[in-house]
Structure formats: C-alpha cells, structure tokens
C-alpha cells in the first residue's frame, strides 16, 4: 500500500488525514489496441465501424447529440488517433 495525505481546510486551519491508498498499475495500449477497444465501443452503442463513426463525427454528423456515451467516445480518441 502507498500512503496518500489528503489537506482539507477547516475555519483556517489545515488539518492532514494520512490513509493508505491502493497500488494502482497502469497498462497502456498500443494505437491499435485503442482503435480495437474504441472500434468495439462504438459498433455496440452506434451500429457502424470506427473508421465511419471518424467521418460521421468529423463532418458533424453528432453535433448536438446530448449522449452520454458520445461524450465517453469522444474522450476516448487520444487512443485512437
């Protein structure tokens, strides 16, 4: 376990809360390991193929879509570009 301070502020004062904090280990991912986990993600919620769903979204097929998932897509695609 990796201890993590946490400083909260408290009518002037600053008081320290020492807790334990999990390991957490990071993999990343190739260009195509993203294209493939973002690829499967958009075939699911949006019935087209990566490479479609780039036009689309590029051409402003999306804009004004209010979808969570969109959004989620759209954070996404430093994985895939």
């Given at each position: ?27 990343e991912l190739t260009i195509d390991q ?31 879509l209010r979808s969570s998932t969109l959004h989620n897509i759209i954070a ?6």
């Amino acid at each position: 376990m990796n201890i993590a301070v946490r400083q909260t502020k408290v009518s002037g004062w600053v008081h320290n809360q020492v807790m334990n904090a999990p390991v957490i280990e990071v993999e990343e991912l190739t260009i195509d390991q993203g294209r493939e986990m973002v690829g499967r993600i958009v075939a699911e919620r949006f019935g087209v193929g990566l490479d479609e769903f780039l036009i689309c979204l590029d051409r402003g097929d999306y804009d004004g879509l209010r979808s969570s998932t969109l959004h989620n897509i759209i954070a996404m695609l430093p994985f895939v570009r």
